[in-house]
Nanobody, 115 residues
Framework: QVQVVESGGGLVQPGGSLRLSCTTSGFTFSSYSMSWHRQAPGKERELVADIASSGATNYAGSVKGRFTISREDVKNTVYLQMNNLKPEDTAVYYC?????????WGQGTQVTVSS
């Protein structure tokens, strides 16, 4: 049974940091590309960052230089380190695993940036 579970969200002040984790099971994690997406109220879901099985990374322009995606294959986990958070980063953050036509999504974790 495939499981994709995000954690680490919460309320943080502008300029603060959070680290999101996405722990998975039920598939060969090391073969999959992993992505973080987010969806703010009233907006479409957008790609934040992704990391290939090789470790190559890609970031949305709005988070480049502030967010870092990483993976730990021995733990079947992907992380998103978020620094210098801004109110516009407020959203539900989702983890996605993808390999060819196979895609698995988590349920999301809420991140709220507010003073």
């Amino acid at each position: 049974q495939v499981q994709v579970v995000e954690s680490g969200g919460g309320l943080v002040q502008p300029g603060g940091s959070l680290r999101l984790s996405c722990t998975t099971s039920g598939f060969t994690f090391s073969s999959y590309s992993m992505s973080w997406h987010r969806q703010a109220p009233g907006k479409e879901r957008e790609l934040v960052a992704d990391i290939a099985s090789s470790g190559a990374t890609n970031y949305a322009g709005s988070v480049k230089g502030r967010f870092t995606i990483s993976r730990e294959d021995v733990k079947n986990t992907v992380y998103l380190q978020m620094n210098n958070l801004k109110p516009e980063d407020t959203a539900v953050y989702y983890c996605e695993a993808h390999y060819w036509a196979r895609t698995y999504w988590g349920q999301g974790t809420q991140v709220t940036v507010s003073s």
